[in-house]
């Protein structure tokens, strides 16, 4: 799913404790910071939805809840 990035998004991601991104999935391998289920996972970890960051940050389908 793609969306904008913005302020607003940063805003409720932090009011509400928001789990979506790869660190929080059940699939996600810490130790070499890759999917389990063999995806590309740049644009799902956390790092892609920080202030900081280009903005091409995407939800995952898959994204299991630890
Ligand atoms: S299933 Fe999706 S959210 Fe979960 S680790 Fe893989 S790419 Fe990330």
Redesign the pocket.
């Known amino acids: 799913m793609r969306f904008i990035v913005g302020r607003e998004f940063d805003a409720e991601r932090a009011r509400y404790a928001l789990r979506?991104?790869?660190?929080?999935?059940?699939?996600?391998?810490a130790e070499t910071g890759?999917?389990?289920?063999?995806?590309?996972?740049a644009m799902?970890?956390d790092a892609a939805f920080a202030p900081e960051a280009p903005g091409d940050g995407t939800?995952?389908?898959?994204?299991?809840l630890l």
């Open positions: 979506h991104a790869c660190e929080d999935c059940v699939f996600f391998v890759r999917c389990a289920n063999g995806y590309p996972n799902h970890r939800f995952c389908k898959d994204f299991e």
